[in-house]
C-alpha cells in the first residue's frame, strides 16, 4: 500500500494541530470572561502573546544549567509528539502505530519529570515548591488515567488509540456503564494534569498557591512563549484524547479526503462545545487547597477502577 | 444485550456510584440529599424491570419506593436534622482516602463473589447483582467507619436500597406483601430512630456513639 496519503494525513494533523491550539486556549478564555461578566479579551490573544514573547530578548539566570535552556524545546517537542499520535482528524496514521496509549501517558510524563528539573534547576524557592507540587498530583493522577484508558482499551481489545477509535464510532449504539465512569474520571484528570480549576488556577498572579505557574516563573521571551504554546497543545491534545475515547463520532480515515471537511467540522464543534464546558467548569468550581488534591485524585482513581470492574461484571 | 438491560446496568452502576459518594460525603445535609437521588435510582431501575418483564407488582414497589425514599424518609431526616440543629460536618473513624480504597476493596470481593451466581441466573437483571451486594456492603462499610449516629442511620437505610436492588436483579422482586412490609418497617425504624436521636442527646449531649459504650456506672 502507498503511504503517500497517510503521510500527508499526519502532516496535516500535525501542523494543524499546533497552529489551532492556541485558538482553543483563547476561546476558553473568551468563555470563561464572558461567563463571569467581564469584557471577554480576543481569540487571538494567546497568537499575540506568543509573537510578542518571541520577539522579546530572554533573559537567563546566571546559574541556570544546559538543562533549564533545552526543556521548553523538549515539552514543545513531547506535546508535539503527542499531538502526533492522537487521532484527531484521522485515524490509521502512520505515526500512530509508535506508541499506544501507556506510551502516550509515558510522553507526558516525560514532559513534566523535564519540567519539574528545570524549575529546581535554578534553585529559587517557588521553582522547588511548585516542581514537588506538580509531581504530586502527576503521581496520583497518572494512575487514574491509566485506568481510564484501560477501560475503553478493554471495551475495545486494544490499547492502540487509534484502534480503540476505530471500535468505539463503528459498533452499535449501545449504553456502556463503564464509559460513563471513566469519562467522569478523565474529566477530573484533565482538570488535574493541565492545571485547571479546582487543582490549579492557571490565571493566578499568587506565587504560594501557584502549581504549574511556580514552575516557570523563571523563564522569558521566546522559552516561556514555547512553554506557553505546549500547554496550549497539551490542553489541545488531552480534549481530543477525551473526544477519542468518548465521543469518536466524524473522524476521517487516513487518505480520505472527502470525509476531510466533516472531520474539520465535527472536532471544531466538539472543541467549541468541551471549551465552553471547561470554562463553566471553572467559573462554577473554586480551587480547592492543595491537601484536598489527592483527594480529588484518589476519587478519579477509584471512578476508574469502578468503570473497569463494572465493564467486567456487565459483560461477563 | 437489549437496551432495557443496559439501561437497569447503567441505573444500577449509578447506585453504586452514589454509594461511594456518601462513603466520601462529609456533610450531612449532602447525605440525605445522596440517599434521595439513590432512592430514585433504584425506583427507576425497578420501573424498567417491572415493564420490560411485565410483572406487574414491580410497579408497586417502584412507586413506593418513591413515596417513601425519595420524598419521605429525606423530609423526615431533614425534620429531623434541622430539629437537633446537626448540620456539622460528619466525623469518619479512618480518612477518607483510605476508606474509598477499602470500598474499591468491597466493590471487588462483591463482584467476585457475585460473579458464579449471576452466570447461572438468566433474568435481566442478573448482572447487577454484584452491584447490589457492593452497595450493601459499602453500606455496611459506612455505618461502621461513621462516629455519628445519623450518618449511620443513613447508612442503614441505604443498605435497604441495596438489599432492594439485589432482590430486584435476583428474582425480580419478593411477594407484593414481603415489600410492603420491608418499606413499613423501615418507615418504622426511621421515626423510632429519630425517637432514640433525641433521647440520646439528652443522655450525652451527643450524638457520638462512642458515649454509649460507657453505659456502665463504674
Known amino acids: 500500500m502507498d503511504n503517500a496519503p497517510g503521510f500527508a494525513f499526519q502532516i496535516l494533523q500535525s501542523v494543524f494541530v499546533v497552529l489551532a491550539a492556541p485558538l482553543v486556549m483563547g476561546w476558553v478564555n473568551q468563555c470563561r470572561a464572558r461567563l463571569q461578566n467581564r469584557a471577554a479579551p480576543s481569540l487571538w490573544l494567546p497568537y499575540y502573546t506568543l509573537a510578542k514573547l518571541?520577539?522579546?530578548?530572554?533573559?537567563?539566570?546566571?546559574?541556570?544549567?544546559p538543562l533549564f535552556r533545552i526543556t521548553p524545546y523538549i515539552l514543545f517537542g513531547c506535546m508535539w509528539l503527542a499531538a502526533g499520535i492522537v487521532p484527531v482528524l484521522a485515524t490509521g496514521l502512520p505515526f500512530a502505530p509508535a506508541a499506544d496509549v501507556i506510551a502516550l501517558v509515558g510522553v507526558f510524563a516525560l514532559a513534566r519529570v523535564f519540567a519539574a528539573l528545570a524549575a529546581m534547576d535554578i534553585g529559587t524557592s517557588f521553582g522547588g515548591l511548585g516542581a514537588r507540587r506538580e509531581m504530586l498530583i502527576g503521581f496520583l493522577a497518572e494512575p487514574a488515567m491509566l485506568m481510564t484508558m484501560f477501560t475503553a482499551a478493554f471495551i475495545s481489545g486494544s490499547t492502540q488509540l487509534a484502534t480503540i477509535v476505530d471500535t468505539l464510532a463503528h459498533r452499535e449504539f449501545a449504553v456502556h456503564p463503564s464509559l460513563a465512569f471513566a469519562g467522569l474520571a478523565f474529566l477530573m484528570v484533565l482538570l488535574a494534569e493541565n492545571a485547571r480549576i479546582p487543582i490549579d488556577n492557571p490565571a493566578t498572579h499568587l506565587e504560594l498557591t501557584m502549581i504549574h505557574e511556580a514552575m516557570i516563573l523563571e523563564y522569558s521571551a521566546r522559552h516561556l512563549a514555547?512553554?506557553?504554546?505546549?500547554?496550549?497543545?497539551?490542553?489541545?491534545?488531552?480534549?481530543?484524547?477525551?473526544?477519542?475515547l468518548f465521543v469518536p463520532w466524524g473522524i476521517a480515515a487516513a487518505g480520505d479526503w472527502a470525509a476531510?471537511?466533516?472531520?474539520?467540522?465535527?472536532?471544531?464543534?466538539?472543541?467549541?462545545?468541551?471549551?465552553?464546558?471547561?470554562?463553566?467548569?471553572?467559573?462554577?468550581?473554586?480551587?480547592m487547597r492543595l491537601l484536598l488534591a489527592p483527594e480529588f485524585l484518589s476519587?478519579?482513581?477509584l471512578l476508574a477502577v469502578l468503570g473497569m470492574l463494572i465493564h467486567f461484571l456487565v459483560s461477563g | 444485550m437489549s437496551l432495557a438491560s443496559q439501561l437497569v446496568n447503567l441505573l444500577a452502576a449509578l447506585l453504586l456510584l452514589i454509594a461511594f459518594a456518601m462513603l466520601a460525603q462529609r456533610r450531612i445535609l449532602t447525605l440525605i440529599h445522596l440517599f434521595a437521588w439513590q432512592g430514585a435510582a433504584l425506583a427507576a431501575s425497578t420501573f424498567i424491570v417491572a415493564y420490560s418483564t411485565g410483572q406487574d407488582h414491580l410497579y408497586f414497589s417502584a412507586v413506593l419506593t418513591v413515596a417513601l425514599k425519595v420524598i419521605l424518609i429525606p423530609w423526615v431526616l431533614h425534620r429531623l436534622i434541622d430539629r437537633l440543629n446537626i448540620r456539622w460536618d460528619v466525623e469518619t473513624l479512618i480518612n477518607i482516602p483510605t476508606t474509598m480504597l477499602l470500598g474499591i476493596g468491597l466493590a471487588i470481593f462483591a463482584f467476585a463473589l457475585a460473579a458464579p451466581i449471576s452466570q447461572m441466573a438468566d433474568t435481566l437483571t442478573r448482572s447487577t447483582l454484584g452491584i447490589a451486594l457492593a452497595s450493601v456492603l459499602l453500606s455496611f462499610l459506612m455505618m461502621i467507619v461513621r462516629r455519628k449516629a445519623v450518618p449511620q442511620v443513613i447508612g442503614f437505610?441505604?443498605?435497604?436500597?441495596?438489599?432492594?436492588?439485589?432482590?430486584?436483579?435476583?428474582?425480580?422482586?419478593?411477594?407484593?406483601?414481603?415489600?410492603l412490609g420491608v418499606a413499613l418497617d423501615v418507615l418504622v425504624g426511621t421515626f423510632i430512630f429519630g425517637i432514640f436521636f433525641f433521647h440520646i442527646r439528652e443522655q450525652f449531649d451527643s450524638l457520638d456513639i462512642r458515649h454509649m459504650e460507657k453505659l456502665k456506672e463504674d
Do not use: C, Q
Open chain 1, 260 to 287: 476531510l471537511p466533516l472531520a474539520f467540522a465535527a472536532l471544531a464543534f466538539k472543541l467549541a462545545v468541551a471549551g465552553a464546558g471547561l470554562a463553566l467548569i471553572e467559573t462554577v468550581l473554586a480551587k
Open chain 1, 54 to 65: 518571541f520577539h522579546k530578548d530572554a533573559v537567563i539566570a546566571r546559574d541556570a544549567s
Open chain 2, 157 to 179: 437505610l441505604a443498605m435497604e436500597n441495596g438489599l432492594f436492588l439485589a432482590a430486584t436483579s435476583a428474582t425480580y422482586g419478593m411477594p407484593l406483601v414481603v415489600e
Open chain 1, 226 to 244: 514555547l512553554i506557553e504554546w505546549a500547554v496550549a497543545i497539551k490542553l489541545f491534545a488531552y480534549m481530543t484524547i477525551g473526544f477519542a
Open chain 1, 299 to 301: 476519587t478519579a482513581f
